[in-house]
């Protein structure tokens, strides 16, 4: 079992920055694979980033990549997102989400292919 906690969301100005926290516990490992999902209104759940728990063989989905980094805090044992140049668009219920399963190759981006949710939180980008 992993039970994963999120931190809080907000309300963010387009164009702010927010970072998210999702602490792990319970029978975590190193080949467990770690994922940001976010679903907005009347949306599907989409694929926002990935991680190893180890930290590596980082992935993001193209629409993102190059305003949101995913990393791996050892210490704290959490997995943060954070949110740059944040647009109205990226309004949602962000997940985090693990994958305890075999195999582990791959990057997983579907949400069927993870075993554990964190409590999701909202994320509201407006002015």
């Known amino acids: 079992q992993v039970q994963l906690v999120q931190s809080a969301g907000g309300l963010v100005q387009p164009g702010g920055s927010l970072r998210l926290s999702c602490a792990a516990s319970?029978?975590?490992?190193?080949?467990?694979?770690m994922a940001w999902f976010r679903q907005a209104p009347g949306k599907e759940r989409e694929f926002v980033a990935g991680i190893w728990w180890s930290g590596g063989s980082i992935y993001y989905a193209d629409s993102m990549k190059d305003r949101f980094t995913i990393s791996r805090d050892n210490a704290k044992n959490t997995v943060s997102l954070q949110m740059n140049s944040l647009k109205p668009e990226d309004t949602a219920v962000y997940y985090c989400?693990?994958?305890?399963?075999?195999?582990?190759?791959?990057?997983?981006?579907?949400?069927?292919?993870?075993?554990?949710w964190g409590q999701g939180t909202q994320v509201t980008v407006s002015s």
């Open positions: 319970g029978r975590t490992f190193p080949s467990m694979r």
């Open positions: 989400a693990a994958r305890t399963r075999m195999p582990y190759i791959g990057i997983y981006s579907v949400p069927s292919e993870y075993d554990y």
